[in-house]
């Protein structure tokens, strides 16, 4: 049987991080579905087409990896795609209160899918998407941080008028 997982998150917008995460998974499962949350309650930067589109063309070299949109409960999405386990990202102890409490949650809900935290490499520790985007509202170089066609969204955003 296939072992699929789900990486869900926001990735607003995707970073190397993110990527680094995605191809650990790659390299450990046979599917990856990278879900995006579709979420009212949050008013992101990029919208869920915006997002979508970054992301799949990140992953375009991955075989198998598939990019999707999600809402509601992470489990119910999970089991309508017969995952066995969710990918979330921890790159340092500050993550791990908020990340372990989803994780133990999401058993309670359901035992029959597991919570795999995957560390993506030191050097991508500082790095969410948060900062991202405030540097680059703040016109600072985040070449380092993402791909070069989310750098050239970003500055798009933020271009002044
Ligand atoms: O990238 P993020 O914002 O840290 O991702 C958070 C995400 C999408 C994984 C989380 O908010 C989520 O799973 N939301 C779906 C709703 C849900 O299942 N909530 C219960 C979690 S205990």
Known sequence: MSKIVIYPGTFDPITFGHLDV???????????????????????????????DLIKKAVENFSNVEVDIFHGLLIDYAKSKNAIAIIRGLRAISDFEYEFQMALMNRKISEGITTVF?????????????????????????????????????TNKFKKA
């Open 22 to 52: 995605i191809q650990r998974a790659a390299d450990l499962f046979d599917k990856v579905v990278v879900a995006v949350l579709e979420n009212a309650a949050k008013t992101p930067l990029f919208t869920m087409d915006e997002r979508v």
């Open 118 to 154: 995957l560390m993506p490499h030191e050097k991508y520790t500082y790095l969410n998407s948060t900062i991202v985007r405030e540097l680059a509202r703040l016109q600072a170089d985040v070449s380092d941080f993402v791909p070069k066609f989310v750098v050239d969204k970003l």
